[in-house]
Structure formats: C-alpha cells, structure tokens
C-alpha cells in the first residue's frame, strides 16, 4: 500500500493529518499547478544545473498557494500555482510588469483580491553552485501603489477607469503605458468593482484589463485614450469584445484548459493563467509591437481527470500587431503535427499529468496542465514548427523532457518513464570543493532511462564521508533535491563518499527504485578557487519492458554506462539481485569500455530485480559503484500484493464515521470534507500510517481519490488510532457521475521497531452518492370523475458531479404511492422507469380521495428521494 514518508503530492484529494499544523497536499504538485515561463528559453535544450524548490510562497485569496521561482542568469523569475484541493489549479488573471507580478484567482463563488510578488532581479551565481536568491512576496495592500512611474515634477492628471455593459461586480487588474515609450504606470484599482484610477501626464496611451467571476467568461479589454490637460475618463467597453480560441475540425474534442495573454513592445504581458472550458472575450486592437497568444490544450469530450483523455491537442496561435474583429483562430487535424507519447508507470495504472508551454519570441506563457494515462499511450496533435517545452509526471515525480518541435505530418513517437529511474548525466551531478568545503547538489533522483531528468518531491538522501576508514561526517533525511555542504579535513586525502537516496517503494503508483546508492573512492586537496570534482555516475537501460516497467515474455537485457565528466570512464562490474540486495549474481563484462550489457533471467515468481554496476575515471582514478534498488519489476511485481510483516495489525477502518458521503449541489471550487480513521497495533508501538481511497481493481482501479499519509496518536504502548482528512471537490477531482457508487479502502501501518508492517488492500468500504430530487408529484385532471382515467407526473434528478446543478437521472425504477384520506399509511401502486430526462409517468383509474406521491429507492450510487404529494378529489 502507500507509506509516504513525506507531505509528497500523490493523489486527487487533499488529506490532512489530524492535530498537524497544517494540510498535507495531495496531487502531482505540477500537475495542480499554472507554472509561468517568462522567458522564450524556459526550458534550454542543454539544461543548466537543477532550480530548487521555490524559495518563496503565500496563500492567493482562494486559499492556493503561489511560488516564486528562481530564474537562472538573466532570466526572470517565474511562478506556479499549487492548488489547495490537489487537482487543477482554477483561473488565474495575471500581469507580469518588470519585477513585479500580479495574480488574481478568477472565477470563484466568492470574492477574491489581487496578491503582489516582487521578483527581485538574480544575483550571479558561482558556476557550479547552486543558485540562492532571495525573494519577496507582498500583499497586494502592501504594495505600492498610485503615482506615476515618470518624473515627479511632471504634471499629472486624474484618470478613471470604468467597464461598460458588463454584468459582473468582480476585482479585476488593469494596466496603462504610454504608447509611444511603452512606460508603465500604476492603477489602483477597486478589489470588487470593475473600477481603477491612475494619475498620468499628457500622452497618449493603451490600456488593457483582465478579468472574470464565477460561472461567467474572462474577458481581456483594451482602450487606447490621450491624455492632455484635464481629467479623463476611460470606459473599457464588455460589449465590443470578440470570443477568441482555437478551433479544429475534430468535433469529437473540446477545450481542456486555455492561456491567452497579450504582450507589448517593452516585454511585459497581461493575460490568464489557464481558464478551463470558460469562453474568452477580447478587444480588437491595433498596436505596433504588441501581440495576442493563445495557447489551447483540448481532449476528448467527456474526459475527466480521473479518466484522461486518450488525445491530446495542443494548439499555439498568436495575432501579431493586431487583434482582429474575428480572433478565433481555424485548424485541420490534417494541418498539424501528429505523435505518439507512451507514459510508463512502475505501479497501479493511474492518472498522470503533461505541461506544456510554446517558446515565442514574444516573451513567457503559461505551462497548461492536462491528465494523461499512466501506464498507457496519448496521441498529440499539435501546432507543427512551434517548440513547447515539456513537464510530465504523476504523483510526487515529475520528468522534464526535452524541448520539441515537430512538422507538419506523423512524427517519432517518444517515452517518458521508462525504467530504470536513477541519478544520471555526468555533470548534472555537482560536487565542488572550495577550500575545505565540500558542496553536494543531485536533484534529479529519478531520471528515466531515456535521459528525461526527473525528481521526487517525497525522496530523503543521506551522505556518509570516511578518510581512512574512519567516518569523517554524515548527514541524514534531507530532501533529494536540495543540496548539501560538507566540511573536509584539510589538505590532500583520499576519501569515500556514500549518497543514499530514499524513496517510498510501497506506494501503489511507484513500487520501483525504492533506494539509490552511489559510492565514490576519490582524492582531494584544499583549493582556494572552487573546483569541481568530477565524480562519475552509471546509468542504466534496460530492455523488454512492459508499460509498468515489467518484464514480459522475452528476456530482459540490461546495458550499464559509467559517465566520467571529462575523464576517461570504464565499466569495471555488473550485477543483478532478485532477493532485494542479499545475494547478486555477476553478468559477465570484458574489455574495458565504458559500456556492459548482459542478459538477466527472470523468472515468473520474481517480484523485483536490482542492479548494481561499478566502474572508475581512468584519468583520475575515482571510482563508483552505482546500486539501483528494484529496478524494474518482474511478472509477479505487477500484481503489487499486500505486503505484510512481523505482528503489526490494522482495524478499524471507517470512512466518513460509517455514514455514506453525499455529494450535493457542490459548486466548482468548493469541498465536502470528510475523515478517515483505523486502529493499528503491534508490539514496539505504531510508527506511522496511510490510506487510499478507490474504486474498482486495485492494481488498476478506475479512479484514486486519496493516496497520503495518516496521523496516528498512540493510546497505550502498542496501539494507535490513525485517522486523516480528506477534502474533495467533486466537479473538480471527479468529474464523473458514473464515479457514484462503492468505493475501498487500503490502509497500512508501520511499526516502531521498523520491521513490522501492515497492508490491506482492501481495508473497508463506503459508498459515494449523488443525492437525487424528485419533482413535486402533478397529477391530472383534478377533480377527477370516479372511475376516470389520472394521470400523475414527476422528474427525477441527481446532483451533477460533470456540470452545475442537477441533472436528470434516467433508467432509475421509480414508485407510485397512494395515501387514502383519513389514512397514515402509503401503498405502492406501480412502478416506472425515468427517461432520458428524468421524467416518470403513468395513468390509471380513480377511486378515491387521497394524496398520490413517487419515491425512489436509495441505490449505492444515489440518496433515496420522495415527492411532494398531490391531493386529488374524486367526485
């Protein structure tokens, strides 16, 4: 089952441990994410060496999470949006001036503000090191505003700035330049009126505005105005705005998610940060150097996060200069690019997400988010001579693949996720010396064999330097991603250096690659000039794979390369293990190549196979010794069985207090929360716990709500009540009515003394319901002659987890019921089936006075439902 170490992002619904201080994520952090690239080269083809983690954050309005992210070198800092529900981020207005970026959530029930991010510009870095800029988020009320960005002792005038024709009362951001230096100046604008105010010198200038509410487009305007020697008053006109998108001649696909922005001259944009399905309206304009960019990703219609989208079209389009009175931009499918990604899994086939983002010469976009299958295939069509830099991933993993371009035609299909994942690239790898400060940076934990970097957000390393024998320093539970600084001995020694990277092996979509090992004999003296130590890495392929990274019908063949950067590498040793480690067994190498390969029998009963490879830089005389853990799996590795060990026991299990959880007129955005509680026990006393939420087949389940970490508080010596909190936004994680019905539960726990755990894959179960409503009852003709003929109407519906509101429920039997006057008790009369809209109907004779009323009957996908009755006389 899931045992994550770490407040990693590994499934749709939010959980958060009881008595913590705050939630725990859930989700693939990018794939929840709006990931701004400023620049054109956001993604290089050689990659410079690994970004942290964003070094600053805080909470939007609607309780997301923005992050800033370092840049490198001149390029500024971007940002992504976290959403707090783990599945999509919603609709983001935002404006990107210089240093300063603003984001506004859009679209939300309730009224939100603008937040500020000052993005300070990078200091250098020292090459070989990792960056450490500071960083400055600021409330929007605490960021400066009013005044003019020119000379103080220029005169100013009063501008206003109002929205015609519109029918939202919503906050919105607005922008003004003059439009012959494209100087920026600031407006303040009101937080829930389509108004702002500026004080501007004589100029002429252009103006633009990005807003949007709930259930409601997103509009970008624009108004150009002068200014002379008196106050002015500019109306951004709702009705003069034109829908813009994408459109292609696939009517079976439609608007996954959408960014359009409009860029200026000097480089600054205004735009959304994706917009979902929700229409987009603009102003045409004419302004020399700006530009209009549309960036559309649309999917097979009726897809949901839980259930991807097979296909894929990711659509880039821009109006130069001008924006046209139609700014709807036409495709064929026959006109654009066509390919094949196969997304490999090492697990339960799951739900996984592709960001993509075109590289104009216009400036930055936004990375867009979609769910695509994991372990299956998606078909892409995208826009042909355009480059788009790429994230994929699921869970806590993500995987930057390389920028593409693709023509016009089919092109090369290509394959992220494929086994083995461990740390590889040469001088991806830093480890520096500068006096006697030894500095550590490998972020990229679980790059895939086909050389696409990748990290675990959830991963620990740990490095343990001997001299001699004698152990000089450790460090212990950092994350993988950050770099680490040790202190070495001064003067020329020579040294051992092992790296061990954890990862939670028992997570239902990740069982491979649990623990990474890198061990290096090397020399080093004091420098006083930072130099870098070159330590080579070995990287593996592997053969015969399946779409989980399991071996199939033909032998696997492995194939080991040592990387020594400018050195001289050879492969000394290579090595597999089918028992986790105990005992390996030697593949033949000879010569002295960089490169081994050898064949690896597998048999059928075989969970998993590790690998172990060494080898040295010849030029050197470093030496390395790689180990990949589970590399890949085996045939019976698929079928990921409990796992269970020692006397630890679960009990217990309940889901929403044994009640069924009725999802009812949730609006999108908004959350039912629910807990999740069992006992466990053992005899060294609980070290921690976690739980899963599903439906259908385990090892491939239809849908995975929540996947993370519980809290458990001990009660006696040896046993814990663990519990968690799970927040679910149905229109936004599920999105599927047919999802109502049963769902299980897995749960596991830890023991204290480390051995001992539990895993049951099926723990319990709960039921998911859509409440239904029936219609008043109408019966008719009223009064009725006795004997003549009654004909009594109703509708059925069900809360609607695909759109708002409620939608009709048909094929459901629904019953008749007559209550006689001067009686208490209902009697069933008949049933019918509801049709295709919900509707029930039935005629019969009339013989006496009472109420006539239709109840439907609960079923494990929706609540019981009775009408208002009817009162009919009969004379």
Known sequence: MTHTRSTGHTGRGRQMARGAAAGTLTGALVVAAGWLCPEASAAPATPAPEVPPAVTATTLADGDRLEVLPGEGATQPGFRIVSQDGGPAGRYAYALSGDELTVLPTGRTGRTTPTRADLEPRSEQTAGRPPGPSRRLADLSSAPRGGTAGSAATATYPVTFSVANSLQDTSSIMRVWDSTTWQPYDVETDQFALRGTASLPPGNYFALTVYGSYNQPDYLLAKSFKVTSAAVKVVFDQAGAKETGIRTDDASVTRTTAAVSASLPNGQSIGYAGGGRSKVFVTPFIASGSALHIHEVQGRKGATPQRPSPVRYDLSHTFERTVPADPVAQVRQADLAETELTVRGGGQYRSGFLQTVPNTPYGGGVYLSAPVPVAGFLTEYVTPGRTFSRIAGYGTHTFELPDRTLQKGVNRGETVGRAPYAPTGGKKYVASRLRDDLTLYGPFSVSDSDGAYGRDAGATQSYRLSANGETVTEVAGKPAQSPVALKLPPGQGTYELVRTVTRDGETPFSRLSDKLISEWSFTSGTTTTRTDLGLPDIGFRVSGLGLRNETGPTPSRVVATVNAPDGTPRLRGLEFSVDGGTTWTPIPVAGSSATAEGEVPVTQNTRYVSLRATGSDERTGTTVRQTVSRAFAGPAGVALPPRTAGATAVSGVTVNENKPLVLDGHAHGSSAMFPVQFTATDPSGIAGGSFLLYQGAYNKPDAVLADGMAHCRPVDATTSTCSGQVSLAP?????????????????????????????????????????????????????????????????????????????????????????????????????????????????????????????????????????????????
């Open 731 to 875: 229109h936004t994680e599920l999105g599927d009515n047919a999802l109502a019905g049963v769902w299980k539960v897995a749960v596991a726990a830890h023991a204290n003394d480390g051995q001992g755990v539990a895993d049951q894959q099926e723990a319990g179960a709960f039921r998911m319901m859509r409440k239904a409503v029936l219609a008043a009852a109408d019966a008719t003709p009223e009064p009725v002659t006795a004997g003549g003929d009654l004909t009594v109407t109703s509708r059925l519906t069900a809360s609607d987890w695909t759109d708002e509101g409620y939608a009709a429920f048909a094929g459901q039997p629904v019953t008749l019921q007559f209550r006689q006057t001067g009686t208490t008790a209902w009697s069933d009369v008949r049933t019918v089936t509801s049709g295709a809209d919900g509707s029930v109907t039935t005629t019969l004779r009339a013989w006496k006075n009472g109420d006539w009323r239709w109840t439907f009957a609960a079923t494990p996908a929706a609540t019981a439902a009775s009408s208002a009755a009817d009162y009919v006389e009969v004379k």
